[in-house]
T-cell receptor, first 114, second 113 residues
Framework: AQSVTQLGSHVSVSEGALVLLRCNYS??????LFWYVQYPNQGLQLLLKYTSAATLVKGINGFEAEFKKSETSFHLTKPSAHMSDAAEYFC????????????FGSGTQLTVLP | DTAVSQTPKYLVTQMGNDKSIKCEQN?????MYWYKQDSKKFLKIMFSYNNKELIINETVPNRFSPKSPDKAHLNLHINSLELGDSAVYFC????????????FGPGTRLTVL
């Protein structure tokens, strides 16, 4: 069965430090991969996505992610954290033949310390 | 010019009541979804409709009944509400022939007392 795992339910970084949020998936077929962000009391906003084009994907707000097939990973990074980055981040995956269903990871709460 | 909208944003009701949540999208998509987000923020798909046809129907109590009057609308009706139904419900939409990107509404926070 296909699945997605986010390592670390809570991540804290200092303002200006590197942000690294981890996502691993399991699949026997090439997946589409997504990162969404959820600010408090809001819906999910698409940060970036991998859909079998370039393996390094750039998204909004300075975030990027790299698809590594050999590691079955799609980690999210940002070189310098900002206070406004504090939010819940979700990795999601879809697979061909999945009726367009997204499977979400359990989420990572990012805290940015002053 | 909201892409995916939901009403109401907050819903507080008593156990046993029946309530509905409405969702509309103006993105021209043909596929719509309902998700439930629990208190631990875990997101679980409930239903998916493509061109008004039910595609995904996860293990959800039959007290929950989705209805899609047209491609732009997907409503969720809940009968005999229970305490465990308290959650945030998100509507989303996508294009069936696209890259599976889903666009989410702002959510409806349902509280059952």
């Amino acid at each position: 069965a296909q699945s997605v795992t986010q390592l670390g339910s809570h991540v804290s970084v200092s303002e200006g430090a590197l942000v690294l949020l981890r996502c691993n998936y399991s699949s026997s077929v090439p997946p589409y991969l997504f990162w969404y962000v959820q600010y408090p009391n809001q819906g999910l906003q698409l940060l970036l996505k991998y859909t079998s084009a370039a393996t390094l994907v750039k998204g909004i707000n300075g975030f990027e992610a790299e698809f590594k097939k050999s590691e079955t990973s799609f980690h999210l990074t940002k070189p310098s954290a900002h206070m406004s980055d504090a939010a819940e981040y979700f990795c999601a995956v879809s697979f061909s033949g999945s009726a367009r269903q997204l499977t979400f990871g359990s989420g990572t709460q990012l805290t940015v310390l002053p | 010019d909201t892409a995916v909208s939901q009403t109401p944003k907050y819903l507080v009701t008593q156990m046993g009541n029946d309530k509905s949540i409405k969702c509309e999208q103006n993105l021209g998509h043909d596929t719509m979804y309902w998700y439930k987000q629990d208190s631990k923020k875990f997101l679980k798909i409930m239903f998916s409709y493509n061109n008004k046809e039910l595609i995904i129907n996860e293990t959800v109590p039959n007290r929950f009944s989705p209805k899609s009057p047209d491609k732009a609308h997907l409503n969720l009706h809940i009968n005999s509400l229970e305490l465990g139904d308290s959650a945030v419900y998100f509507c989303a939409s996508s294009s069936w022939t696209g890259d599976d990107t889903q666009y989410f509404g702002p959510g409806t926070r349902l509280t059952v007392l």
